[in-house]
């Protein structure tokens, strides 16, 4: 067996599609369909299959409990009260999580008509900043008690919240109470050097799958023993595992229709005073990328 | 050499060749071979490629943008943190590793080698994550100053601000110093201040005439490689921030492998490129120091 060089598949922000198809020359990734390529809405996937939007999300407010009020809204980060643990995930120059969450606090503070533009959530952050440096939002400094309150990734809460619980410390998520981003989603592809292209196609083909089935702690012994294609039928699919995990499968409009679509395990609601807001077009966010990374630096 | 070779009974002029090819060039193959493939061929192909635009054309697009902002402010942070950390580490380490060689028995000598040696190459998101526990907003250390009336965080202080990671960044300088700087002390001889004292110089004209002169190209050699640390360190200062100091590895590892930034590899590079330049240019006063001193340091 040679060690393989490249990845046969890419799960990416989407971000980088311009990247992937840059216009006049070859595209990175070659196209692909997966059988349940029409449940795809249009605007999360390229006509001829170079990439497709596989699970996107909603941003959420993460926050400790000894904070000494409760935040509901991404004008709140702003308070003096919460001074010196307020941040964000990541640079969002390099990180997707980090720059939806600059998107997410431009609509709460007063950007939701227009997506591409995100002044209004640089000069949230900055108006943050002025009172104290902005902290990294990560699991670590959320369990240890440094970092206490940000935007993440609702998805995240699952895994974020019993690792803080097991260090000792009460996390709560919850979505703004005025505007929620819907985020573009993640995108997959196949990589056109794939070592492996067969084996990227499978791939898709679980990732878009649809079965409510077995969930991979429920296969027996005898299940994996099955030939490929029943082993499949029989399989929970890639979709539903989105679902489940907190996540927004790109194909759900499609499976509530068909009564596929899992329960997710996520304990918490966009309230019903909230709008959700987008999710943002890809050209939004391109735009968008530019103003942030012409000031996030000198913030 | 030569006059070896004429010993051996005038041979022709390749046996010489021969000869001394074997004597002399041999034995460095192996080095010669590690640094062509890990050294030189890396840096070669870098600065080529820092040469191409997105479509594999020659192209100066990539230093233009290098030169200009955010980039230009990670430059001078990097420059300015290498050169801060290495300052103010840079005289007490010298005089620590000068009072544990002279004084120090042979016992603490060792343990504090063994412990540079530990300290020195502590970095990367341990030692963040143990700063955060000392000096975090939630540190031990904030918690008992606080309780001796010294609040850290009343004002701007963070781990992630430029001097945060200044302190961060003297945990593994400070030692650093120590142990590069030891031979130094090492090999001032014993005899040479007792032989200038013999002749009547007093400890202060040993020190301004034999001993400081002695010990400042290994000063300077020391003082740069600690510059070169804290310049280019990575893993620590990524774990701290979140873009608003901008640096320049982070601004490299975001473009190399950021899930926002589109198609700037080579902008990458080219900022590596300059990075080594900024280094090389270090060196040379160095150089010139040393080939000073070397002259009469001989024998």
Redesign the interface.
């Known amino acids: 067996m040679t060690i393989q060089k490249q990845p046969d598949s890419i799960d990416?922000?989407p971000?980088?599609v311009?990247?992937l198809t840059?216009p006049?020359?070859k595209p990175l990734s070659s196209p692909y369909q997966v059988i349940n390529w029409n449940d795809i809405p249009n605007a999360a996937k390229d006509p001829s299959g170079l990439w497709y939007g596989n699970y996107g999300g909603k941003l959420a407010i993460v926050y400790n409990t000894t904070l000494p009020s409760v935040p509901t809204k991404a004008t709140d980060f702003a308070k003096p009260e919460y001074k010196?643990?307020v941040?964000?995930?990541?640079?969002?120059?390099?990180?997707?999580q980090?720059?939806m969450s600059v998107l997410a606090a431009s609509i709460g503070n007063g950007g939701e008509k227009n997506l591409s533009d995100v002044t209004k959530g640089l000069a949230l952050f900055k108006s943050v900043?002025a009172?104290?440096?902005?902290?990294?939002v990560n699991g670590?400094?959320l369990a240890?008690?440094?970092a206490k309150l940000g935007f993440m990734w609702d998805f995240n809460a699952l895994g974020i919240i019993p690792a803080a619980k097991a260090a000792g410390l009460d996390l709560k998520f919850v979505y703004p109470s005025d505007f929620v981003l819907q985020a573009p989603p993640y995108i997959n592809a196949i990589n056109i050097k794939s070592p492996n292209c067969a084996n990227a196609r499978l791939w898709q083909e679980f990732v878009y799958s649809q079965n409510k089935g077995k969930t991979a702690k429920e296969l027996t012994a005898a299940d994996l023993k099955l030939p490929g294609s029943k082993l499949f039928a029989l399989m929970q699919g890639g979709q539903n595992y989105f679902q489940q995990s907190g996540a927004d499968p790109i194909m759900s409009a499609a499976m509530t229709k068909k009564n596929l679509l899992v329960p997710s395990l996520l304990d918490f609601k966009v309230p019903s005073t909230a709008k959700i807001v987008g999710p943002a077009t890809i050209a939004d966010v391109l735009t968008a990328?530019e103003q942030?990374?012409?000031s996030?630096?000198?913030? | 050499m030569t006059s070896q070779v004429i010993e051996g009974g005038a041979p022709s002029r390749g046996r010489a060749f021969l000869a001394s090819f074997i004597k002399n060039i041999l034995p460095a193959v192996p080095l010669l071979l590690i640094v062509g493939f890990f050294f030189l061929f890396p840096i070669g192909r870098l600065i080529y490629v820092s040469f191409m635009s997105?479509?594999n054309t020659f192209t100066f697009d990539n230093f233009k943008t290098a030169v200009q902002?955010?980039y230009r402010?990670?430059f001078i942070n990097s420059i300015k943190i290498g050169l801060f950390s290495a300052a103010i580490a840079a005289f007490p380490g010298a005089l620590a590793a000068y009072f544990i060689e002279t004084r120090g028995s042979s016992k603490l000598r060792r343990t504090i080698a063994v412990m540079s040696g530990v300290l020195a190459n502590t970095g990367g998101v341990p030692l963040a994550?143990m700063f955060?526990?000392a000096l975090?907003?939630?540190g031990y250390l904030t918690k008992f100053l606080k309780s001796l009336g010294w609040d850290l965080?009343s004002g701007?202080?963070?781990l992630?601000?430029f001097i945060?990671l200044l302190i961060v960044y003297l945990y593994f300088q400070l030692p650093l110093m120590v142990i590069v700087f030891s031979p130094a002390i090492v090999s001032l001889r014993r005899e040479w201040s007792e032989a200038a004292r013999n002749l009547g110089a007093s400890q202060f004209n040993y020190w301004i005439r034999i001993g400081f002169p002695l010990l400042f190209p290994s000063f300077i050699a020391s003082f740069l490689l600690l510059f070169a640390s804290g310049f280019s360190a990575y893993a620590t200062a990524n774990?701290?921030?979140?873009?608003?100091?901008?640096l320049t590895p982070?601004q490299i590892?975001?473009?190399l492998?950021?899930?926002?930034?589109?198609?700037q590899l080579n902008l990458g590079k080219a900022l590596g490129v300059v990075m080594i330049v900024i280094s090389a240019c270090a060196v040379i006063p160095y150089l010139a120091i040393q080939r000073r001193s070397a002259r009469w340091q001989k024998g």
């Open positions: 990416i922000g971000l980088v311009a990247q840059p006049g020359s010196g643990f941040g964000i995930t990541g640079d969002p120059t390099s990180s997707n980090a720059f900043k009172q104290a440096p902005l902290v990294k670590t400094n240890t008690g440094t990328r942030i990374i012409s996030w630096a000198s913030l | 997105n479509e902002e955010p402010t990670g994550f955060y526990a975090g907003i939630q965080y701007t202080f963070s992630g601000s945060g774990a701290l921030t979140v873009g608003n100091l901008p982070l590892g975001g473009l492998d950021g899930n926002v930034s589109a198609a």
